[in-house]
């Protein structure tokens, strides 16, 4: 069943973004909607030929483990952190449907070839700072705080997150990675790759 990302209107600019799960769309998604931007919900089929559409992008590696933790959490499955005991178990397995772990090709299916993507891991530069120079450039006033990160983790995440990160160096984790998981992400990693190289 095809994924339908939720989408955020300024109607007099005809401008939309396109919210991605753990590409912290929900930061993004409530400032939009929020009183002080106040853009619009709309369907897909609202959207027309013209419309400009961007989103959030971030290493679909660091967004895996970002998902993968939340699923965890999500579902309490604290005892599937141990990533090579469980990746053949099919419960484990079954957890990559969750919608937090689907492709960002996948979300953006019929959409890929009209997205800009806005960087949330530049090296230099905070997302808030390059979501702004993107509504800037299409005359849009509307602003997020420059000085703070689009979303951080609790500390029990971010731990998480990192054990999941160690996992993947050992051994059985690059196995696990490159067989089950790299080939799902492949398309994801090279629209990864074309952003970072034009910075």
């Known amino acids: 069943m095809k994924k339908i990302p939720n989408f955020y209107y300024l109607e007099d ?10 590409n912290a769309s929900s930061y993004f998604a409530s400032t939009f909607s929020g009183k002080e931007f106040n853009w619009k919900t709309i369907k897909p089929e609202d959207i027309n030929s013209e419309t400009i559409l961007f989103c959030h992008i971030r290493d679909p590696k660091e967004r895996f483990i970002k998902g993968l933790v939340q699923v965890f959490k999500t579902h309490n ?3 599937y952190f141990k990533l090579e005991q469980n990746y053949e178990n099919p ?11 689907i492709p960002i090709s996948e979300w953006l299916e019929g ?3 009209r997205m800009n993507f806005i960087l949330l ?4 530069i905070l997302a808030n700072k390059l979501t702004n120079e993107f509504l800037e450039k299409h005359n849009i006033k509307d602003k997020f705080v420059e000085g703070s990160k689009a979303n951080i983790s609790s ?3 971010q731990e998480a997150q990192d054990l999941i990160r160690k996992q993947l160096l050992t051994v059985k984790g690059k196995e696990i990675y490159e ?6 992400l492949k398309i994801d990693i090279e629209i990864y790759n074309k952003v970072i190289s034009c910075i």
Request: charged letters at 20%.
């Open 13 to 22: 600019k005809n401008i939309a973004y396109c919210a991605i799960p753990k």
């Open 77 to 79: 499955f604290i005892k």
């Open 91 to 101: 419960l484990f397995l079954k957890l990559f449907n969750d919608y937090h772990l």
């Open 111 to 113: 959409y890929i070839h």
């Open 121 to 124: 891991d530049h090296p230099t």
């Open 155 to 157: 500390q029990q995440i």
């Open 179 to 184: 067989t089950y998981i790299e080939p799902e």
